[in-house]
C-alpha cells in the first residue's frame, strides 16, 4: 500500500488540515500531536495554552467532526477527549541542543582556485576581491 494512501498517512494529514484551522496562536505553538486511545494530545510550547487547549475543545471537537463528515477516518472519528500538556522537557533539550550547534562552527572548505570570466572591469575587481578574501580564509585554517 503506497504511503499516501495508507491509514496512518491519511489521519496524519487530516490532523494537520484541523491545525490549520486552528486559531494561529494554538497552531504555532503547538510542538506535536499523538493519538494514544480515544485521546488525542497536544503536546504545546507555553503553559498557558493548555488552559486555552481545554477552553477550546468543543471548537477542536467540532472541527474534526466536520474534517470527519468530507473524509471518513476511523481512527480519528474514534477520539472522545483532547488534552493538552506543556512539554517542558522537550523544550529543555531543545535549548540545550541549540547551545551545542551554535558552538559547531563549519570549516570553509573553497580555496579561491576559479575562473574570472567576467569582462566588465569593475565586475571583475569585485570578484578578485572575493577570491582575495576566501583564499586569506584559506589561509587562515
Same mark, same amino acid.
Given at each position: 500500500?503506497p @504511503? $499516501?494512501?495508507?491509514?496512518?498517512a /491519511?489521519?496524519h494529514r487530516?490532523? *494537520?488540515?484541523l491545525?490549520?484551522f486552528?486559531?494561529? @496562536?494554538l %497552531?504555532?505553538?503547538? @510542538?506535536?500531536?499523538?493519538i %494514544?486511545? #480515544?485521546?488525542?494530545n497536544f503536546?504545546?510550547a507555553?503553559q498557558a @495554552?493548555?488552559a486555552?487547549y481545554? *477552553?477550546k475543545?468543543s471548537?477542536?471537537?467540532g472541527?474534526l467532526g ?5 473524509t471518513p #477516518?476511523?481512527?480519528? $472519528?474514534?477520539?472522545?477527549?483532547i488534552? &493538552? ?6 523544550? /529543555? &533539550?531543545r #535549548?540545550e541542543?541549540k547551545g551545542?550547534l551554535? $558552538?559547531?562552527?563549519l ?5 579561491g582556485a576559479f575562473d574570472?570570466?567576467l569582462? #566588465?572591469?569593475?565586475?571583475a ?5 572575493i %577570491?582575495?578574501i576566501? /583564499?586569506e &580564509?584559506?589561509? %587562515?585554517?
Amino acid at each position: 500500500m503506497p @504511503l $499516501a494512501t495508507s491509514p496512518k498517512a /491519511k489521519s496524519h494529514r487530516l490532523i *494537520y488540515e484541523l491545525l490549520h484551522f486552528l486559531p494561529p @496562536l494554538l %497552531r504555532e505553538n503547538t @510542538l506535536f500531536w499523538y493519538i %494514544r486511545g #480515544d485521546t488525542l494530545n497536544f503536546v504545546v510550547a507555553n503553559q498557558a @495554552l493548555v488552559a486555552e487547549y481545554n *477552553y477550546k475543545q468543543s471548537l477542536i471537537k467540532g472541527l474534526l467532526g466536520e474534517l470527519l463528515k468530507h473524509t471518513p #477516518d476511523e481512527s480519528l $472519528a474514534a477520539i472522545t477527549k483532547i488534552k &493538552a500538556f506543556y512539554g517542558s522537557k522537550i523544550l /529543555k &533539550a531543545r #535549548d540545550e541542543m541549540k547551545g551545542e550547534l551554535e $558552538a559547531i562552527s563549519l570549516a570553509e572548505l573553497a580555496t579561491g582556485a576559479f575562473d574570472n570570466p567576467l569582462i #566588465d572591469p569593475k565586475n571583475a575587481a569585485l570578484l578578485e576581491e572575493i %577570491r582575495a578574501i576566501i /583564499k586569506e &580564509a584559506h589561509a %587562515r585554517r
